[in-house]
């Protein structure tokens, strides 16, 4: 799986879109972008993958460059309940073989203030 | 719909003690992995198993083995614990081919003295 590059921490005013990155520039051509949040002393959320188009649901919007190398994860109006440490994964989509592993990181906290 | 439960929530063993992590899953998952989670760190992959039946090392596996009880249950087990294996273990399952979104339990804390 291609490793990923995400800042230590940020910051986000609550109402905010909050906007985080990830460099994932070794990437390859059919890996996916997912996309998992850990709310302090929780097990791991899902929130969102994509491969090459942007996405959007009820939770966030993920939008990859055209290259793929990077993309944002945005979450459009921030709340106090969105701190949290964010981790960016790539990975191939599994097929039934033996590619069930998810590499998280140390991920970026997003602490949103009041 | 309980999702993934684990128990215990916490746990207090003396070096060399044994004890069983217990999940379960009413999802009708058929994968089920064990991670751990040490302070400041991600979370690294103890085993996983594809299906019921079948189990496999994942990144950490030493000084832990795994019985999945039927498609239901994913037991992870210290038979010796060592003060290394103080972490916070989590549980997951997931479908077991396509995107395989993991559903993760509230996690188990684990202290070992």
């Known amino acids: 799986d291609a490793k990923t590059t995400q800042p230590t921490s940020m910051d986000c005013a609550e109402g905010r879109a909050a906007n985080l990155p990830c460099n994932h520039s070794?990437?390859?051509?059919?890996?996916?972008v997912y996309w998992y949040r850990q709310i302090h002393s929780q097990g791991p959320q899902y929130i969102i993958h994509?491969?090459?188009n942007n996405e959007t649901n009820e939770m966030a919007s993920l939008i990859i460059t055209e290259d793929r190398k990077s993309s944002t994860l945005i979450l459009p109006h921030a709340t106090l309940r969105d701190t949290a440490v964010y981790y960016c994964i790539v990975r191939l989509m599994n097929s039934g073989g033996s590619n069930y592993k998810l590499t998280f990181g140390k991920g970026t906290l997003l602490t949103v203030n009041p | 719909n309980a999702g993934v439960t684990q128990t215990p929530k916490f746990q207090v063993l003396k070096t060399g003690q044994s004890m069983t992590l217990q999940c379960a899953q009413d999802?009708?998952?058929?994968?089920m992995y064990w991670y751990r989670q040490d302070p400041g760190m991600g979370l690294r992959l103890i085993y996983y198993s594809a299906s019921e039946g079948t189990t496999d090392k994942g990144e950490v596996p030493n000084g832990y083995n795994v019985s999945r009880l039927n498609k239901r249950e994913f037991s992870l087990r210290l038979e010796s614990a060592a003060p290394s294996q103080t972490s916070v273990y989590f549980c997951?399952?997931?479908?077991?081919?396509?995107?395989?979104?993991?559903?993760f339990g509230p996690g188990t804390r684990l202290t070992v003295l």
């Open positions: 070794t990437i390859s051509g059919n890996e996916y």
């Open positions: 994509g491969l090459k």
């Open positions: 999802m009708n998952h058929n994968s």
């Open positions: 997951a399952s997931s479908t077991r081919g396509g995107f395989n979104e993991q559903f």
